[in-house]
């Protein structure tokens, strides 16, 4: 294995902490760069334990000084050290971590037709985005697909938000409706007016679940590509629930008759 180099860096102007701020600043820099700012123990731990391989790790001097700290940063090839006060400058987190990973992008991949497979149609909000992520990585699902209007997948508030999953999924973002056709597994859609409800059907797999706009919900293009319509049983008598809640009893479904069979 190859010693990392290690550099200190004392300037705010240095040009590695100028390209990370826009980094944090536009959550869709990462498709001009073609790099991701990660941050904290847990995603910088996640990415290596996916076999990921870093291209830079920053950490503060307080942190280098502490063993466990180190450790985690000379996993990358080259290391830069600097104060606390510059690593707090190109935070995007509200308590600065004390190390970071920049990690390469290498762009959407191809659509797996055959994949299980969930799709957003538009979702907005950074949080919700992430929060799916997070439950198709749980749950077995193997695709993430983002039609344009979706937020960017690795936008750095849907990094944090998916702690880790994005490592284990393939991610393809910024296609039209149309790209669905390629898909061979039957296509899911919610909907509270469905007839049928997600726990009295049986539900193949695998399959690609559609999950829609915060407020619109999935389009009638969209919805016209689907096999079926679905909804999610609500005894207390709720209009409806957060995406992110439904994505989560969906796939949850999926998986658990998945394994009773």
């Known amino acids: 294995m190859t010693t990392p180099i290690v550099k200190s860096i004392s300037s705010r102007d240095n040009p590695l902490l100028v390209r990370l701020r826009k980094l944090g600043r536009d959550p869709m820099a990462y498709r001009k760069q073609s790099e991701l700012w990660i941050e904290g123990d847990h995603l910088c731990r996640a990415f290596l334990e996916r076999g990921g391989v870093p291209l830079q790790a920053l950490i503060s001097d307080e942190a280098w000084a502490s063993s466990p700290w180190r450790d985690l940063a000379l996993a990358a090839p080259a290391v830069a050290v600097l104060p606390t006060n510059l690593m707090a400058g190109i935070s995007t987190l509200e308590s600065p971590a ?114 829609g706009h915060e407020g619109e919900g999935v389009s009638s293009l969209v919805q016209s590509l689907c096999t079926r319509a679905l909804r999610i049983p609500q005894p207390g008598g709720e209009e409806s629930l957060n995406v992110g809640a439904a994505a989560a009893v969906c796939l949850y479904e999926s998986a658990r008759q998945r394994m009773s069979r």
């Open 98 to 211: 004390p190390i970071g990973f920049v990690i390469p992008w290498s762009g959407t991949p191809e659509l797996r037709p055959d994949a299980p497979t969930v799709v957003l149609d538009r979702l907005q909000d950074a949080g919700n985005v992430g929060t799916v992520l997070r439950s198709a990585s749980a749950f077995g699902f193997a695709q993430v697909v983002a039609l344009k209007g979706t937020a960017g997948l690795w936008s750095p508030k849907v990094l944090r938000a998916g702690m880790g999953a994005h490592f284990g999924l393939s991610l393809v973002e910024g296609v039209e409706a149309t790209a669905l056709d390629a898909l061979s597994v039957p296509l899911l859609a919610t909907s509270s007016h469905a007839a049928e409800s997600i726990d009295q059907v049986a539900l193949p797999w695998p399959c690609a679940w559609v999950l």
